[in-house]
């Protein structure tokens, strides 16, 4: 099995997120560009199922644990090839480590799944976006629209209304506030596992101003 760490400027990382309508994603997209930023490489769909065991990870997030672990499985478009991807925290510093799956087939994939995850954590809930990355030297921003979600054995999906905004960069980075300001957006507490799971169980919103 193949186990691999994204590079450093990635795998320690800050995440500012963001929200806004999407009425406004060409207008914010232009601005992206304006200030210099480009094409990562092509826009494609994220689709991810995220694992959990008697809501730990979701309590943890909500609660705002420093340390928490988040563990799910990503494929990209409608493609077969799968990663799962450990996601740590600590404060507000993150890293990922993936690892890539052999299986295509739903029996053979579970049994690899189930050797990586820890004991009894199970499918909690499933999410797809499109997404849209760009880069300026060590700043990233991805926009994700049309996001929405389902819970396990559910065929329809609820969709999401609002865009979010990703802002990443390097803990040692030098980061440029003025690239928000621009952006006119507030910064926000935001977790699609989480607000996910909320949504579908119809909580309140679990988007908190930072």
């Given at each position: 099995m193949e186990i691999f760490m994204e590079d450093q400027a990635i795998k320690k990382r800050r995440e500012d997120k963001y929200i806004a309508k999407t009425v406004d994603y060409n207008l914010i997209k232009s601005k992206i560009v304006k200030m210099g930023f480009k094409k990562a490489h092509r826009s494609n769909y994220v689709n991810n199922i995220y694992y959990d065991f008697n809501d730990q990870s979701f309590i943890e997030n909500i609660e705002g644990e420093t340390n928490r672990t988040k563990y799910r499985l990503r494929w990209y478009d409608n493609k077969e090839g799968f990663v799962i991807e450990v996601k740590e925290k600590n404060g507000k510093t993150g890293y990922k480590q993936k690892t890539s799956l052999k299986s295509?087939?739903?029996?053979?994939?579970?049994?690899?799944?189930?050797?990586?995850?820890?004991?009894?954590?199970?499918?909690?809930?499933?999410?797809?976006?499109?997404?849209?990355?760009?880069?300026?030297?060590?700043?990233?921003?991805?926009?994700?629209?049309?996001?929405?979600?389902?819970?396990?054995?559910?065929?329809?999906?609820?969709?999401?209304?609002?865009?979010?905004?990703?802002?990443?960069?390097p803990i040692n980075a030098i980061y440029n506030e003025e690239i928000i300001k621009n952006l006119g957006l507030k910064l926000v507490k935001f977790s699609k596992f989480s607000k996910g799971i909320s949504f579908l169980r119809n909580y309140k919103s679990l988007t908190k101003l930072i």
């Open positions: 295509l087939k739903k029996i053979q994939l579970d049994k690899e799944i189930n050797k990586i995850l820890p004991s009894k954590y199970k499918e909690r809930i499933t999410n797809r976006y499109f997404r849209e990355y760009f880069i300026k030297e060590d700043i990233r921003i991805t926009l994700d629209s049309n996001l929405k979600f389902k819970l396990p054995n559910h065929k329809n999906f609820k969709r999401f209304s609002d865009l979010i905004i990703e802002v990443k960069y």
